[in-house]
């Protein structure tokens, strides 16, 4: 897949609402494996927001572009020996799937940053391969995380199987927002529904989610390792 301008990508999103009747989602232009230099490059387009899969390859990224004030969500998988590097220098953070990394992501939040928004991933599909909770058990750390002063609930994040049939996707979409709706009625701060990458952002949109995670279609594929 080749490289969108952002300004294409933004309309493509809107369009893609408009023909599900939803509200234009926020993008998230997922940076990992990038250099810093390209993340600049988007920023200067407009974009402040940005997702990476990998601590210490963010760390260096958020560090060198400071000065540029952009918003930073870990998306990737979190080991709780990382939770206090994570802590420190993420404003969000989508992949909180157990209690032992609400505990470790609220003890090491320095007092002078703002709260950390945080996303329960959850393993919609209930794949082995991936991470993130089941469904049954959001209640429970939803409610650990609304009780720790240094994290702010926002929602839900997913990455649903790629089934090759359309409406499988569709349906663990549809699921989630239902989670999601059950969740804010429990928590009414509760607004962000994050799901959709490239390959499939308009069935995401099409059910409710509120933030997409954009990465190949921003900054093209990625190359192959030799």
């Known amino acids: 897949m080749s490289a969108?301008?952002?300004s294409?990508?933004?309309l493509n999103l809107h369009n893609a609402a408009a023909a599900a009747g939803r509200p234009d989602p926020a993008?998230?232009?997922?940076?990992k494996t990038q250099p810093a230099e390209a993340v600049a490059a988007l920023a200067a387009q407009g974009q402040r927001a940005f997702g990476e899969n990998?601590?210490?390859?963010?760390v260096?990224?958020?560090?060198?572009?400071?000065a540029l004030g952009l918003e930073w969500h870990l998306i990737g998988h979190l080991q709780s020996n990382k939770a206090e590097l994570a802590a420190q220098h993420f404003d969000w953070v989508q992949s909180v799937d157990r209690p032992?990394?609400?505990?470790?992501?609220a003890a090491h939040r320095p007092a002078a940053l703002a709260p950390l928004n945080v996303l329960i991933q959850v393993n919609i599909d209930d794949e082995d391969s991936k991470?993130?909770?089941?469904?049954?058990?959001?209640?429970?750390l939803a409610a650990a995380i609304d009780a720790a002063p240094r994290l702010q609930l926002r929602g839900l994040m997913a990455i649903p199987a790629p089934w090759p049939e359309a409406e499988r996707r569709q349906q663990a979409f549809a699921r989630m927002r239902a989670l999601l709706d059950t969740l804010a009625a429990a928590h009414p701060q509760v607004d962000t529904l994050s799901m959709g990458m490239s390959s499939d952002y308009p069935e995401a949109i099409a059910q409710g989610a509120t933030l997409v995670r954009i990465g190949t279609a921003l900054f093209g594929a990625?190359?192959?390792p030799a």
């Open 8 to 10: 294409t990508l933004l």
């Open 100 to 105: 032992k990394l609400v505990a470790a992501l």
């Open 4 to 6: 969108l301008p952002l």
């Open 60 to 66: 260096a990224k958020i560090d060198a572009l400071a």
């Open 27 to 31: 993008l998230l232009a997922v940076s």
């Open 222 to 224: 990625r190359p192959r």
């Open 54 to 58: 990998y601590v210490q390859e963010a």
């Open 131 to 140: 991470h993130g909770c089941a469904p049954e058990d959001v209640p429970a």
